[in-house]
């Protein structure tokens, strides 16, 4: 059936995508920083333990702030966003969680979220964030 | 108090009234408000930071026990914010002052030097630096606590002396605590703990930094053979042995001093230093400061116990005009966006726990979308590799980072409400505990709503029953005919918070929202939603 075979292969690229993006993010985020930003929409949403950051100057300037990082994570998991809510651009949930140590302050679990929209030139398709939720998971045994 | 702390499950004679209320998604449903008002969390500056209460650091999550007493929390257990956490006593002594750590063992402790963990039992009621000015008050050596840490119930630090060890184990049972109860001190060998590889690092680089900027300003030329003879220097005895080997290595560790190294043309990055006499202030390694008062300022706040510097007695030591250490910024309560939506998700989400803890879950068919999906996780965790008692999750738990098989990964991810609905009636019978939680709307749009949850719940049957687990949930939905929020995405994670940090102990008071006087938590309620 169409519907199922686009879900199957809306799974799979999903899944691509998340794993990708993932890698790349944290290993920006912990060492080159400065190019963070850029994987974010214009209009994009970072929500980071309650303080909101929008736009790409404000998340230059948040970034900027935040100390060095050394992340870990051990959790992974994605799933397409259903087209009735995205208007069918083509939308991936992905959801991360482990353990970041922030320079000068003691480990701490997360949990963080993203939602990624693919921006598709002929060659390739490039993932962005268009909102990015990341909380601090402290109810946990460490 | 409004808040009923302490009941648990006080369902005998509210059971048919939450019983008829969780038979059907929507019976009770109130006309939920028009969401297609385009808010984004950012827009309405007002409700951004909707505090619901104090905007404590997410660190007061760590000590539930404290959160779920009905007592008030005890004046010295202050736990702040985490900038005041950045200020311990533990972090400073640890970024501050490694020569005195040094000097006070008159010994030369390379990484190999003798380390101990010092357990204090309960020590999570105590505020970190209540508690270490307590023992030092009390121990007869001053020493240096390393990387402390609450874990359950205790607290933890490292000494890397004996005799320090020594001297924190003959007070246990001779410093009261503010209720006049003893508090006990363990100590036991460590291995050498594995924070103390990357920090010592960091250390190495800030001494040689520092050892190499006292030169600078007296202008001698760096002789190699001369850090073996820098006290600061000896502190490790690698590093003396091999400091050409270890400044390369250490270099490499922090990014952003890079750029304020310059490298002498003659030096091989790849190959290390060569052990020759190095010029500071020409073509040396050097790292620069922005003026030399500032560098006096650095230098002394490091080596409190320097007294002369290029001759001079030593200023006073100002603080600031160090490094500056970031901080991270204060973590805050939920996020709504606007009261409107808030009231909508939180109407929300009393209706869908209502149901999922007291009801049927197959109610829950009529929350979903036709074509939602469902996934679930939970960490690995490599140093339980069992996860026993949280095996009914595993079992479904599609953590892609372990899920490889492509077919297996379409298994596990739920789709169509039928097949969520059945898989949620399998999981564990559960009891939310509303007050726990914690929600960011990421995004609001006309035809879109996305929100995470967390919290914690507990297990009300089974082998696990009693255990309380911590859960972050994410929510994307759409609006259906009746602007009730219809889930098309749903994706939970599900963590252990342990069996001795709050099982066991502490019961979850069960605040009960679902009165006919609801739709949002009252005040009481709102103040017990944590930051």
């Given at each position: 059936?169409?519907?199922?075979?686009?879900?199957?292969?809306?799974?799979?690229?999903?899944?691509?995508?998340?794993?990708?993006?993932?890698?790349?993010?944290?290993?920006?985020?912990?060492?080159?920083?400065?190019?963070?930003?850029?994987?974010?929409?214009?209009?994009?949403?970072?929500?980071?333990?309650?303080?909101?950051?929008?736009?790409?100057?404000?998340?230059?300037?948040?970034?900027?702030?935040?100390?060095?990082?050394?992340?870990?994570?051990?959790?992974?998991?994605?799933?397409?966003?259903?087209?009735?809510?995205?208007?069918?651009?083509?939308?991936?949930?992905?959801?991360?969680?482990?353990?970041?140590?922030?320079?000068?302050?003691?480990?701490?679990?997360?949990?963080?979220?993203?939602?990624?929209?693919?921006?598709?030139?002929?060659?390739?398709?490039?993932?962005?964030?268009?909102?990015?939720?990341?909380?601090?998971?402290?109810?946990?045994?460490? | 108090?409004?808040?009923?702390?302490?009941?648990?499950?006080?369902?005998?004679?509210?059971?048919?009234?939450?019983?008829?209320?969780?038979?059907?998604?929507?019976?009770?449903?109130?006309?939920?408000?028009?969401?297609?008002?385009?808010?984004?969390?950012?827009?309405?500056?007002?409700?951004?930071?909707?505090?619901?209460?104090?905007?404590?650091?997410?660190?007061?999550?760590?000590?539930?026990?404290?959160?779920?007493?009905?007592?008030?929390?005890?004046?010295?257990?202050?736990?702040?914010?985490?900038?005041?956490?950045?200020?311990?006593?533990?972090?400073?002594?640890?970024?501050?002052?490694?020569?005195?750590?040094?000097?006070?063992?008159?010994?030369?402790?390379?990484?190999?030097?003798?380390?101990?963990?010092?357990?204090?039992?309960?020590?999570?009621?105590?505020?970190?630096?209540?508690?270490?000015?307590?023992?030092?008050?009390?121990?007869?050596?001053?020493?240096?606590?390393?990387?402390?840490?609450?874990?359950?119930?205790?607290?933890?630090?490292?000494?890397?002396?004996?005799?320090?060890?020594?001297?924190?184990?003959?007070?246990?049972?001779?410093?009261?605590?503010?209720?006049?109860?003893?508090?006990?001190?363990?100590?036991?060998?460590?291995?050498?703990?594995?924070?103390?590889?990357?920090?010592?690092?960091?250390?190495?680089?800030?001494?040689?930094?520092?050892?190499?900027?006292?030169?600078?300003?007296?202008?001698?030329?760096?002789?190699?053979?001369?850090?073996?003879?820098?006290?600061?220097?000896?502190?490790?005895?690698?590093?003396?042995?091999?400091?050409?080997?270890?400044?390369?290595?250490?270099?490499?560790?922090?990014?952003?001093?890079?750029?304020?190294?310059?490298?002498?043309?003659?030096?091989?990055?790849?190959?290390?230093?060569?052990?020759?006499?190095?010029?500071?202030?020409?073509?040396?390694?050097?790292?620069?400061?922005?003026?030399?008062?500032?560098?006096?300022?650095?230098?002394?706040?490091?080596?409190?116990?320097?007294?002369?510097?290029?001759?001079?007695?030593?200023?006073?030591?100002?603080?600031?005009?160090?490094?500056?250490?970031?901080?991270?910024?204060?973590?805050?309560?939920?996020?709504?966006g606007s009261e409107t939506v808030k009231n909508l998700v939180l109407q929300f989400l009393q209706q869908y726990y209502l149901i999922y803890d007291y009801g049927d879950r197959q109610v829950l068919l009529d929350a979903y979308h036709e074509g939602a999906c469902f996934s679930l996780t939970?960490?690995?965790?490599?140093?339980?590799?069992?996860?026993?008692?949280?095996?009914?999750?595993?079992?479904?738990?599609?953590?892609?980072?372990?899920?490889?098989?492509?077919?297996?990964?379409?298994?596990?991810?739920?789709?169509?409400?039928?097949?969520?609905?059945?898989?949620?009636?399998?999981?564990?019978?559960?009891?939310?505990?509303?007050?726990?939680?914690?929600?960011?709307?990421?995004?609001?749009?006309?035809?879109?709503?996305?929100?995470?949850?967390?919290?914690?719940?507990?297990?009300?049957?089974?082998?696990?029953?009693?255990?309380?687990?911590?859960?972050?949930?994410?929510?994307?939905?759409?609006?259906?005919?009746?602007?009730?929020?219809?889930?098309?995405?749903?994706?939970?994670?599900?963590?252990?918070?342990?069996?001795?940090?709050?099982?066991?102990?502490?019961?979850?008071?069960?605040?009960?929202?679902?009165?006919?006087?609801?739709?949002?938590?009252?005040?009481?309620?709102?103040?017990?939603?944590?930051?």
């Amino acid at each position: 059936m169409a519907a199922s075979v686009g879900f199957k292969t809306s799974v799979d690229q999903a899944c691509r995508a998340a794993e990708e993006f993932v890698n790349i993010y944290y290993e920006i985020m912990d060492k080159r920083r400065r190019s963070l930003t850029r994987l974010y929409l214009d209009k994009a949403a970072l929500i980071w333990n309650g303080n909101v950051v929008t736009g790409p100057e404000a998340l230059t300037n948040f970034f900027e702030m935040l100390p060095s990082s050394e992340f870990q994570v051990n959790m992974l998991d994605c799933q397409p966003v259903h087209e009735q809510a995205t208007q069918s651009q083509t939308t991936v949930l992905v959801v991360t969680s482990g353990t970041v140590k922030f320079e000068g302050n003691r480990k701490h679990y997360f949990n963080q979220s993203f939602l990624l929209t693919a921006q598709s030139t002929p060659d390739h398709t490039v993932w962005k964030i268009a909102s990015d939720c990341f909380r601090f998971q402290d109810w946990a045994t460490s | 108090r409004s808040l009923p702390s302490g009941h648990t499950m006080r369902h005998d004679h509210q059971d048919n009234s939450v019983k008829r209320r969780a038979r059907c998604w929507g019976i009770y449903r109130r006309r939920f408000p028009n969401w297609s008002e385009p808010v984004s969390p950012s827009m309405d500056p007002s409700s951004r930071q909707q505090q619901d209460g104090d905007a404590a650091a997410s660190d007061t999550r760590v000590d539930s026990g404290v959160r779920y007493t009905p007592y008030a929390i005890p004046p010295y257990h202050q736990r702040g914010t985490f900038h005041k956490q950045d200020q311990t006593p533990a972090n400073m002594e640890r970024e501050q002052k490694p020569l005195e750590r040094s000097m006070e063992g008159h010994r030369l402790q390379g990484t190999s030097g003798s380390w101990f963990k010092i357990t204090v039992p309960f020590g999570i009621k105590y505020d970190e630096k209540w508690l270490l000015n307590l023992i030092q008050s009390q121990c007869s050596v001053p020493f240096t606590p390393f990387e402390f840490h609450y874990k359950k119930m205790q607290a933890h630090f490292f000494v890397e002396n004996a005799s320090i060890a020594f001297a924190l184990k003959n007070i246990s049972g001779n410093i009261w605590d503010q209720d006049n109860e003893r508090i006990s001190i363990f100590v036991k060998p460590s291995d050498v703990p594995h924070f103390v590889h990357k920090e010592l690092k960091s250390e190495k680089v800030q001494q040689i930094k520092l050892t190499m900027k006292k030169r600078d300003d007296s202008q001698e030329a760096l002789d190699i053979q001369r850090f073996h003879f820098d006290p600061d220097f000896m502190r490790h005895a690698d590093m003396a042995a091999n400091p050409s080997k270890c400044m390369a290595a250490s270099l490499g560790i922090h990014e952003e001093n890079m750029t304020k190294v310059e490298y002498a043309g003659e030096m091989d990055k790849e190959k290390g230093l060569e052990p020759q006499q190095m010029r500071a202030g020409g073509n040396a390694l050097c790292t620069t400061f922005s003026d030399k008062s500032s560098n006096i300022n650095s230098i002394l706040e490091l080596f409190p116990k320097l007294l002369r510097l290029d001759g001079q007695e030593s200023p006073r030591p100002t603080l600031g005009g160090t490094e500056a250490h970031k901080k991270l910024p204060t973590c805050k309560g939920s996020v709504f966006g606007s009261e409107t939506v808030k009231n909508l998700v939180l109407q929300f989400l009393q209706q869908y726990y209502l149901i999922y803890d007291y009801g049927d879950r197959q109610v829950l068919l009529d929350a979903y979308h036709e074509g939602a999906c469902f996934s679930l996780t939970v960490p690995f965790n490599p140093e339980d590799p069992a996860l026993s008692t949280l095996c009914e999750y595993f079992k479904e738990s599609r953590n892609l980072k372990k899920v490889k098989a492509p077919y297996l990964r379409r298994q596990l991810l739920k789709h169509t409400k039928r097949d969520i609905v059945d898989s949620l009636s399998v999981l564990p019978k559960t009891q939310h505990d509303l007050s726990s939680l914690t929600v960011d709307v990421w995004l609001q749009t006309e035809r879109m709503l996305c929100f995470s949850v967390s919290g914690v719940f507990k297990e009300v049957e089974g082998k696990s029953q009693g255990c309380v687990r911590a859960f972050t949930r994410i929510f994307i939905a759409v609006p259906a005919s009746n602007s009730s929020p219809c889930i098309i995405n749903d994706e939970l994670f599900v963590q252990d918070t342990g069996p001795q940090g709050i099982c066991s102990t502490f019961s979850i008071p069960m605040v009960t929202p679902y009165s006919s006087s609801m739709p949002a938590l009252s005040q009481e309620q709102q103040k017990m939603v944590p930051s």
